[in-house]
């Protein structure tokens, strides 16, 4: 079964950039969508942006001009880059698989909590 | 963008049924998931193509959309239930989530 592995600072100051990395093990990264997905404390889901294994990707409209989203398939990861933080990116980032055409987000990461404060 | 409304809670008693709604424009269009969350733990998905259960879910749970409005029906409730449910679709070339209904078995 496809596991997932968020990994990155736990700690991050206002202005920089949040980066976090997912780790896909017991199975490939290719021909799937990936996704990132925040949740703030005591809120609800909020979508981020999704990659194709190909390197083409969709983002959140709200996030667009902050977020990145790349892949490496050689190491099985990809990975989350956003920029110009604020205390309102406090979140547990959680990475996931993404089944196109109305199959959800099947697999899920534990989640990595996220602070932004100096 | 598109927006999905969930009620805030719903209580349920132990064996009964308990049914959460997302609303939507035209959301019967679409395909809609449902994801259950425990407290400290990652979503599941207990619903996809608004009906089906993917391997392992009981078949207490239920799914329908038509029109604007999505359910998600617990049928039996039991105390393992207690959780928060959040409903997604793909709306305006994105991912959406509902705001999530916790549902509270008493």
């Known amino acids: 079964q496809v596991q997932l592995q968020e990994s990155g600072p736990g700690l991050v100051k206002p202005s920089e950039t949040l980066s976090l990395t997912c780790t896909v093990s017991?199975?490939?990264?290719?021909?799937?969508?990936w996704s990132w997905i925040r949740q703030p404390p005591g809120k609800g889901l909020e979508w981020i942006g999704y990659i194709y294994s190909s390197g083409s990707t969709n983002y959140n409209p709200s996030l667009k001009s902050r977020v990145t989203i790349s892949v490496n398939p050689s190491k099985n990861q990809f990975s989350l880059r956003l920029s110009s933080v604020t205390a309102a990116d406090t979140a547990v980032y959680f990475c996931?698989?993404?089944?196109?055409?109305?199959?959800?987000?099947?697999?899920w990461g534990r989640g990595t909590k996220v602070t932004v404060s100096s | 963008s598109y927006d999905l409304a969930q009620p805030p809670s719903v209580s349920v008693s132990p064996g009964q049924t308990a049914s959460i709604t997302c609303s939507g424009d035209k959301l019967g269009n679409k395909y809609v998931c449902w994801y259950q969350q425990r407290p400290g733990q990652s979503p599941v998905l207990v619903i996809y193509e608004d009906r089906k259960r993917p391997s392992g879910i009981p078949e207490r749970f239920s799914g329908s959309n038509s029109g604007n409005t999505a359910t998600l029906t617990i049928s039996g409730t039991q105390a393992m239930d207690e959780a928060d449910y959040y409903c997604q679709a793909w709306g305006s070339s994105t991912v959406v989530f509902g705001g999530g209904t916790k549902v509270t078995v008493l």
């Open positions: 996931a698989r993404w089944l196109d055409g109305g199959y959800g987000f099947d697999i």
């Open positions: 017991d199975g490939s990264i290719s021909n799937y969508y």
